[in-house]
């Protein structure tokens, strides 16, 4: 990235290989929408290369991408003045067991399907760190960076999200 | 991510599953879509690079070489515009003084609506129309204090990190206004964000604001300061010292 501030903006390249997938996921499981997470994944490497200067020599590359893609998540949820998540999670979930399947497939496909609907009624706050502790595997410490926080708070977040998680998903399940 | 230690059975469970949860893969077209962006990005910089100075100095140089084949039409073309000039200088004429007042007028009123149309975009509700607004700024041939001031308001208080970003954007342009220099220092101590509080740092060692090191040393007593703006603002200070 720092190549990059300097000038050399073919470099911006290597770093779209390295973390458009995780951006991806992000996004996905913010949202529940995969076209329009391809959208915001875009956007968040257009500021990477505007705001280019506000990259700090000594910084976390990945902190401060994160600090990016969570202003365009904020920014697209307010411009779009609707859910904030919207799930396409059933198409995910046939992609995934198109292979010929049991029993215990389609069970699996209920469970997951259960999850995202959990997932979708979570307050954005708690969804905001399951996403980046279980999906983008960030440490607590790198996670309280990003949120500009403590790494306390952060478990203690972590925490409560799961109980309103399971008390979400229970609900779906009776 | 280790797993929590005080979750419940339940809970692990979830958080097992979490983790088998698909992602979708990238379409084909997204890495296009990120070269043709990229494309486009860098044309851009090196459009603006092109069009600011060597563009400016190649056309000067045009203008002013020298070329013998046209000795006659330079001739003719300096005689013209000597007698063009003698002829509205010997002779004012009234309807000309009278038109070009009213031009002045007109352009005074357009100036004024700008502003206006500026300062009440500034007050929208949607940040889309305020960047809009702040970039009108350099539509306006002359700022003054009550735009300075409503720009100053917006870096200082707009909820939106990209706004704010953009207008001490506009601000740097204005650095050589006393006014604009004394609410960029003013405002290092209101600002929370990261993003914003380098940019501001760099702001002030482009502007070589010197009374920004006071403070900067007091944002650096700050708790909860950012541990790589810290490091940021340490330099900025030995830069400015």
């Known amino acids: ?174 | 991510m280790m797993m929590n230690e005080e979750f419940d059975d339940i809970e692990k469970q979830l958080w097992e599953q979490m983790g088998n949860l698909p992602t979708p893969n990238p379409s084909p077209n997204m890495k296009t879509r990120f070269h043709a962006m990229l494309d486009t990005y860098k044309a851009e910089v090196e459009d603006k690079k092109a069009s600011s100075f060597s563009v400016f100095l190649m056309k000067l140089k045009q203008v002013f070489t020298y070329k013998t084949s046209n000795n006659w039409a330079y001739a003719i073309i300096l005689i013209m515009m000597s007698g063009i000039i003698g002829y509205f200088a010997g002779k004012p004429n009234n309807q000309a003084v009278a038109d070009q007042n009213d031009v002045k007028k007109l352009s005074s009123e357009v100036q004024e609506m700008k502003e206006m149309m500026m300062l009440s975009m500034l007050e929208n509700p949607t940040a889309t129309e305020r960047l809009k607004a702040v970039s009108y700024t350099q539509e306006l041939n002359k700022v003054d204090d009550k735009v300075i001031d409503a720009l100053l308001t917006t870096l200082n208080s707009d909820p939106n990190e990209n706004v704010r970003l953009v207008t001490l954007e506009a601000l740097i342009q204005l650095g050589n206004n006393p006014r604009v220099r004394e609410g960029l220092v003013q405002s290092l101590m209101k600002q929370e964000s990261p993003l914003v509080q380098v940019a501001l740092a760099d702001a002030m060692v482009k502007l070589q604001e010197k009374r920004s090191v006071k403070q900067f040393k007091q944002l650096l007593q700050k708790e909860n300061l950012n541990k790589a703006v810290k490091g940021k603002i340490e330099k900025t200070i030995q830069v400015l010292s």
Not at chain 1, 56 to 65: C, P, S, V
Not at chain 1, 66 to 79: F, G, M, P, T
Not at chain 1, 142 to 162: C, Y
């Open chain 1, 1 to 174: 990235m720092l190549k990059v501030k300097t000038g050399d903006l073919d470099k911006m390249g290597l770093l779209f290989e390295r973390y458009h997938r995780a951006l991806l996921a992000f996004f996905y499981h913010s949202t529940g929408q995969s076209a329009h997470s391809e959208d915001l994944v875009q956007t968040v490497f257009y500021r990477m290369l505007k705001y280019r200067h506000t990259f700090i020599e000594n910084g976390e590359f990945r902190t401060w991408m994160y600090h990016l893609a969570r202003n365009v998540l904020n920014d697209s949820i307010k411009k779009n003045h609707r859910m904030s998540y919207q799930s396409d999670m059933t198409s995910m979930s046939e992609q995934a067991f198109t292979e010929p399947s049991a029993d215990k497939q389609l069970e699996k496909k209920q469970e997951h399907e259960n999850l995202h609907a959990a997932l979708a009624k979570l307050s954005s706050e708690h969804r905001e760190v399951l996403v980046l502790s279980r999906f983008q595997d960030l440490s607590y410490n790198e996670i309280a960076d990003i949120l500009q926080t403590t790494e306390g708070n952060i478990k203690v977040k972590v925490h409560r999200a799961m109980k309103e998680l399971k008390s979400i998903y229970l609900k779906e399940m009776i």
